[in-house]
């Protein structure tokens, strides 16, 4: 089981949109845009809305935000899915749908052309149908031309973004980039094929990603057990666990997961586990794991990330705002979302052959030496 395409689908050819959501109000149906399915109807700090069911309504949309308020597959504190109103709603600044990187000089918001669908309909325990729905909207995206970025939930959620993404990009030509603390290979989780311990394994069953262009990155702690090493092992996963990344550095570990990633393919997913980072960092997630990442680490491998890979789409994940504190996590989550898009404006711009800062540049124009009697 688990073979055969991806949930709710017979294969790369199945899918669509048109299909309705389990209460009929699905991707595909003729109601109106569901918006928030836990909260206020508000968009990522302020972007145009868009409605998945009315295609003209997100036309030309460069970069299409999707909730995925679903936490069905969690193994223990549950409430990401209240994840996607936390990501789109958390942050100082005004939600004027502006936002100008300091370090790279883009305004990702003003640059492209930024849109959120809302939520797609996930009801808790009509997983396989919510998955479905959710692997319709992100395969609607990619074959419109938008950049799918969503806003989880737990990461169950994964396994119909990549497989909806792949079938637009093509089936076993999407490599994924994947940061967690854990592997997320399980067989099953309490005897079932779809939890947030699972997506991956199901990913590489399917063919939807090939094993041996699937890069994990921030392994760490107790879990899984040697049979799912050796079945990891088996298909040629490369997973950089915390020690090695320490012990190499993020950035020697980066460069050779993308060396990996571009061979032979022809887009990569990014896919964020929050749970990544450090639970000092990121503590508001289901399944902390001490001995993570950074903040800064993650989000400056994710804006490198998008600067350099030919990103297909991505989703960040297992946000749960119940367990957050002083909106840490939330916060987070929502910059990682704003580094990977500015490393796509970045990247947008450098390949129309217009100017780009570097990173590392001063921040400041005219910034001359030091003067003499200052210097060394
Ligand atoms: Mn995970």
Known sequence: MGRGGGVGASGPQGGGVGA????????????PRLGGMYGPDITFLGVPRADLADPG?????EVLIIGAPFDGGTSHRPGA?????????TDYLPHDGARPHLAL???????????DAGDVEMPSGETQASLASLEQAVQAACQAGA?????????????????????HVGWGRLSLIHFDAHADTGDTQFGSLYGHGTPMRRLIESGAVRGDRFLQIGLRGYWPEPETLDWMAGQSMRSFEMTEVVTRGLGECLS?????ATDDCDGVFLSVDIDVVDPGMAPGTGTPEPGGLTARQLLDAVRRIAMEMPLAGMDVVEVSPPYD???????????????????????RRREAGGPVRQPT???LANRGDLPPHLGR
Do not use: K, M, N
């Not at 309705?20 to 109601?31: D, H, L």
């Not at 970025?149 to 959620?157: E, S």
């Open 147 to 167: 950049f799918p970025v969503i806003l989880g939930g737990d990461h169950t959620i994964t396994l119909p973004d990549a497989t909806g993404t792949a079938r």
């Open 81 to 89: 899915r209240f994840g996607p109103q936390a990501i789109r709603s």
């Open 57 to 61: 309504s997100w036309a030309g949309t």
């Open 105 to 115: 000089g883009v305004d990702p918001l003003a640059e492209l052309r930024v849109a």
């Open 256 to 260: 050779e997961a993308f060396t990996i």
């Open 325 to 347: 504190h002083a909106e840490i996590t939330a916060y987070l989550a929502g910059r990682v979302v704003l580094e990977a898009l500015s490393g796509i404006a970045w990247r």
């Open 20 to 31: 309705s959501g389990p209460q009929g109000g699905g991707v595909g149906a003729s109601g």
């Open 361 to 363: 540049d001063p921040l």
